[in-house]
């Protein structure tokens, strides 16, 4: 007889590879074909609603390993709400709208916009918007994202734009809404306006100029030819200078140097002194800011006035405490001159270029002009100074091209009114992390208005008509009329149709006796287009309501969709549209540096999931604190890699273990399980607890981290390692293989359940292979609820002490077998004695000591010779003087004592006797 061929070995189909790359979109293909995401709906169908909303994604280009880590926590979070207790739609959205959209087909596509009709031009973004929806899509399904795949969002779409137009309307009606003449973010690259939330700053190599103003009217204050100095970083905007602002509560001096006298901030004195190499500066007189009011200066090169008025905004922190101020390129210079009756000029057209409004510079880019204006400063006796700086400065975050304040007539969105209802609402909010709350509210606190006017093409339209005086027309009665038009036709009619065939029928007007309205040409910012979401989608489904239960998006969102959703939201409503906010980092290279094609470390998610598959990369996101910036390279790959073969195969073990177990026949009743499988469900409840609280607190690295624990800690070198001796050698139906058994496949089932949501193309693999699994998808199961698992409180305790005295044993072991006594565990006889009276309980209870830390012999002893101390025991080690049984292993003194089985002790003798001989 082959003794081998009696061993119960493990058997499985599971393979110990995942070949991810080539199962998962076969796995796709199969729940999509069988409608695993609306099956999971139905199952759930009758529980709370919960509602995860989806910040739409730009719809232009390939993913890119930001969209891979956005979309993969927020299907890590309504996979695990529909499997436990939640209805959890999730309807994925695309912004569609904007200017990359435009720049696409005009560079890359080649398309001549000039040779078209506004109307046609639109049709063709919208064509491309749509193929790029297409292929966003399919990529994110690659990912293993469940979604409404089918019935996306899109702010294109008819229903969503006239949803989009009741907003507005709902705005307006409030008071909300006005056009006004004011300095705003402009973009000569994209000629058009930029709200705030569609700047970010880069360093750029500024010129740097101290100018002197010479007094005309010194109001009996100054003497006529004393001169302010101003210092700016924008020389190009002096053309457009009006005034200078001092502060009405600092004191300033009037400094002699030489034969000349300049008038600064007194506490600056030192500083511009030293930058304008003053030599032996000496003050003449000196006076608070207030008593300069209306002094008049002259301009350095234009025969025109500059005003001296009082500003709050004016500081010590740079320059002079005189602040060069154009109206018309800066807001507070805006608002300031606004008060002493001093208009706007604004010099520079849409395109960044002088107008004849600048004598003297017409037809220069304003950044060219920079040496044109300080040629023309020096030349006037004006320039103090000339260095250069590297600073921060605001670019249009599409084309990264510096921005400009321009004073345009632009439609603006006020929040003044309802800002401290806004603030309200973001303290009712739950936000992880915390910070979140405090930066967008003092974003908040500190907004005035949003701009929300861009003159470009591709976008929802200004709803605005305008009567023969130029008066703006916005009533309820036109913007339901342009709201049902746009539902029924699409925004494009815009372009397409009159005014007079857009304004309901029979329209009148006092201001338009001849009947004539034109209408706005503006369409309206890309962050109002998805700020109304909440109006389109939450409101606008059957299956979702407002506020949603989550919005989850990257942190520059606080600014951008987290910002524009709420105050659009409140605005109509009153109420904020989500409950929680969830924010993530950026992702970085393995070295912590920002991805680029020139640094060549950027990681494509395809490529990932074509070399590793889907579920490394959505284990890798599990694995990282994402509400920081994150970090992920090649290297990380494998060492997630190296984290999943140690799940799959932990999982594997145990599955080829089951191979002959029948949960409905085989299954031992919780009070007739041996001990230490009692004590492995205590710890797998304490499992399933700690990761069902994560998962609830959007918590997943822990998450991560306890399962791959518990896989390679509790299991891998404890349980599935002792019973080994168990599972091969007994009979098939032995009480104490059947309880290990019970264990296996209680565990497998809820790890399987547990790891669902993060590796779910594994998870539905594994699900097959379970025994007795009658689900047809793990999807459609539930994860195991701590609460209604059996408790084993009662052995727990010795348990936990017995696994710290194995540590002990494992040591002594470990030194045995450096020092040559033993080999292999199996050739150990252990001598231990407890130094304590619990130590001494545990272990002299344990029938099976021996197998438990998988030697052949263990005696409990009150005192022996050639000891080792440890912390909980004495440990002697001896090579066990038995011989080998040929069919177990260990090592005993009953080998050969069974004359028909002379290699085996009398263990495997009995089990081969009655269970495998005729």
Known sequence: MEYKDTLLMPKTGFPMRGNLPNKEPIRQAAWEENNIYEKSLNRTKGRPLFILHDGPPYANGDLHIGHALNKILKDFITRYKSMSGYYAPYVPGWDTHGLPIET?????????????????????????????????????????VRADWDNPYITLTKDYEAAQ?????????????????????????????????????HDKRSPSIYVSFEVTEGKGLLEDGEKFIIWTTTPWTIPANLGISVHPDLDYAVVAVGSEKYVIAQALIETVAETLEWQNPEVVKTFKGAEAEKIVAKHPFYDRESLV??????????????????????????YVSKRYGIDALCPVDEKGVFTDEAPGFEGL????????????????????????????????????????????????ASIKDFRQTILDEIKAINWYPQWGETRLYNMVRDREDWCISRQRTWGVPIPVFYAE???????????????????????????????KDLLPKGYTSEHSP??????????????????????????????????????LEGSDQYRGWFNSSLSTSVAVTGKSPYKTVISHGFTLDGNGRKMSKSLGNVIRPAKVQKQLGADILRLWVSSVDYQADVRISDDILKQISEAYRKIR????????????FDPKQDRVPNEELEEVDKYMLHRLKKLVTEVRNNYDNYEFSPIFHQIHNFCAVDLSSFYLDFAKDILYIEAANNQRRRSIQTGYFEIVTALVKLLTPIIPHTTEEIWEYIPGAEAESVQLTDIPNPEEMSTFNDTAENWDHFMKVRDDILKALEEARNEKVIGKSLEAKLTIVPKDEQTKTILSSMDQLHQYL??????????????????????????????????CWVSSNTVGEDEAHPTLCTRCATVVKEHYQQ
Not at 523 to 533: C, K, N
């Open 104 to 144: 696409a087909l005009t560079k890359n596509k080649k398309i001549k916009r000039k040779e078209l009709s506004i109307a046609e031009f639109r049709k063709l973004c919208a064509e491309y918007a749509l193929s790029q929806v297409d292929n966003q899509r399919e990529q994110f399904k690659k990912l293993g």
């Open 165 to 201: 137009i009741k907003v507005f309307g709902e705005m307006a009606k409030k008071g909300y809404i006005y056009k006004g003449l004011k300095p705003v973010y402009w973009s000569p690259s994209s000629e058009s306006a930029l709200a705030e939330a569609e700047i970010e700053y």
């Open 309 to 334: 008025m009082l500003g709050d905004h004016v500081t010590t922190d740079a320059g002079t405490g005189c602040v060069h101020t154009a109206p018309g390129h800066g807001e507070d210079d805006f």
């Open 365 to 412: 880019f304003y950044d060219t002009a920079n040496k044109n204006v300080s040629e023309k400063l020096e030349e006037a006796g004006a320039l103090l100074k000339l260095a250069f700086i590297t600073h921060s400065y605001p670019h249009d975050w599409r084309t990264k091209k510096p921005t400009i304040f321009r004073a345009t007539s632009q439609w603006f």
């Open 469 to 499: 005086d130029k008066t703006p027309i916005i009533t309820d009665e036109t913007i339901t009329h342009v709201s049902n038009l746009f539902k029924e036709h699409g925004s494009n009619i815009w372009f397409e149709w009159e005014a």
């Open 514 to 551: 001849n009947g004539n309205f034109t209408k706005e040409t503006d369409i309206m910012d890309v962050w109002f287009d998805s700020g109304s979401s909440h109006e389109a989608v939450l409101l606008g489904r059957e299956d979702h309501y407002r506020p949603a239960g989550v919005y």
């Open 649 to 660: 195969n932990t999982i594997r073990f145990m599955l080829a273990n089951l191979a002959d």
């Open 854 to 887: 998988i030697v052949s012999q263990a005696d409990i002893s009150e005192n022996a010779s050639n000891t080792k101390a440890y912390e909980y025991v004495d440990v002697a080690v001896e090579k066990h003087p038995g011989e080998t049984c040929e069919r």
